[in-house]
């Protein structure tokens, strides 16, 4: 039965020769039963060690974790009903992908009925039921994949972890197993936990994405969330493909409020995000598909570097004259060549200001914001 998982306050640090090393530091979540949540975020920022601490293959230095009710912090991995599937495959070699499967089972005493039923449930699927009496050997990385996840399925867990079980297969494959790991999803009662570098993936497969920095959380939201109310310039550079373009700005005072002034352009800011900030260098996010060619209210320039086809669509490289790098995507750029210099605009609504401490100061709803704005303090 699934359950939800509680990370209270988790540390783990790692000493040798002398030197202390935390990979992860006061990590506090809950992640909700049977949900998919995905743990995602550059190498080392401490994905791998918080689902090993899950699973109970780590202990934390300090903290605590439990599923629903039950403390699990001192509980042996065999003892938390819990099943994970890691990158490198481990399968038997000597085995069939029947026995392979069945394994987990058999250790437990499950009478060879059950198992069998049970295995050609998880072979069904994961639409590996041609493969059922071959050999490891006679399969392709995706189908033995597939059978290092059915033998986590058969397991009936509480609890699945995956830790980047696609990194090894190509892009078709990998396609593929993002469909096949939903439907495992949906036919098991069980909190899935998935780590991966890859943002696509985290974002089109989960009800809930954790982004971690340097062993700190830095957001836990859905991932339209994330997309769309990122809490930093690190989540907003993080979530989305290319990367949100970060363009310097000014907080200066103006005759009513303030106005964010960079290069070429000046956005009308509330008073309220911006009082006591007069002269901080701020920073807007502005995603390369809400810059627009010739087109929002607030316009600039940019000289093209490099052009890139993406499908229906052109991804222009380019970099202001001032040298901030700016990446726009249009399906109307199909012409640019490099050196062009093109005037490309953003509405205000669709902007994120950060401060510069890199936290959200406010988001482009706010500058939007039609209502009269409230007189400056001064
Ligand atoms: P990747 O995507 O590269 O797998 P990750 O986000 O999963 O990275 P972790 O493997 O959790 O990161 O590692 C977090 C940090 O802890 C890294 O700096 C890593 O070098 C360090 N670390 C992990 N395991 C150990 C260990 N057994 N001993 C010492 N340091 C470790």
Known sequence: MARPIHLDSVDKEYRSAGTVHVAVDDLSLTIPE?????????????????????????????GRVSFGEQDVTDL???????????????LYPHMSVRENIGYGLKVQGVPRDERNRRIDEAAETLQITEQLEKMPAELSGGQQQRVALGSAFVQDPDVLLLDEPMSDLDAKLKAELRVEVQRLHQELDATMVYVTHDQTEAMTMSDHVVLLNDGRLEQFAPPGELFDRPVSEYV???????????LPATVEPREEGYALAGEGFEVPAPAESFVGREGEAVSLGVRPQYLSPDGGD???????????QLGTEFVVHGRTPGGTDVDVVSPTLGDVE???????????????????????????????NDSPRPQRNS
């Not at 949900?35 to 300090?62: D, N, W």
């Not at 042996?76 to 481990?90: E, G, H």
């Open 236 to 246: 907003a550079r993080f979530i989305g493909t290319p990367s949100t373009n970060v």
């Open 338 to 368: 490099h050196a062009d210099e093109l005037t490309v605009g953003f509405d205000a609504a669709d902007v994120y200001v950060f401060g510069e401490d890199g936290r959200t100061v406010c988001y482009g709803d706010e500058l939007a």
């Open 34 to 62: 049977g949900s998919f949540t995905t743990l995602v975020g550059p190498s080392g920022c401490g994905k791998t060690t918080t689902l090993r601490m899950i699973a109970g293959l780590e202990t934390p230095t300090s």
């Open 76 to 90: 042996s991995p065999q003892n938390r009903n819990c099943a994970m599937v890691f990158q490198s495959i481990a």
């Open 298 to 308: 607030h316009r600039f320039t940019v000289v093209a570097d490099v052009v890139e």
